[in-house]
């Protein structure tokens, strides 16, 4: 497994923009797939994002597709996540979550990942 560590979060007013950043300890990260989930107040933990051990293949939920991206550096075990255009809905607590295994799509996205950070908390407020 690997150890994950978030940072970027914090506040933004509606229509701005941040950029998420999850670091990665240990060997092989290349070997994982890598990917963003976040849970807002009184509701389940939802995937958000996610890409191929590569990067070459991204995974997006449709509410934030257009708006967000993930990208990773496997040279600097890190990956990112670029938040665009947020609303006030993209208020929640974001965590970097990784896994060999890709995301599978069955009309919504699957994934249980190994690897968890512990959080960081994106508000979106005026």
């Known amino acids: 497994q690997v150890q994950l560590s978030e940072s970027g979060g914090g506040l933004v007013q509606p229509g701005g923009s941040l950029r998420l950043s999850c670091a990665a300890s240990?060997?092989?990260?290349?070997?994982?797939?890598m990917g963003w989930f976040r849970q807002a107040p009184g509701k389940e933990r939802e995937f958000v994002s996610g890409?191929?051990?590569?990067?070459?293949?991204?995974y997006y939920i449709e509410s934030v597709k257009g708006r967000f991206a993930i990208s990773r550096d496997n040279a600097k075990n890190m990956v990112y996540l670029q938040m665009n255009r947020l609303k006030p809905e993209d208020t929640a607590v974001y965590y970097c979550a990784a896994d060999p295994r890709l995301p599978s799509y069955n009309g919504s996205y699957y994934w249980e990942p190994k690897s968890w950070g512990q959080g960081t908390q994106v508000t979106v407020s005026s």
């Open positions: 890409c191929s051990w590569s990067g070459g293949v991204q």
């Open positions: 240990g060997s092989a990260f290349s070997s994982y797939a």
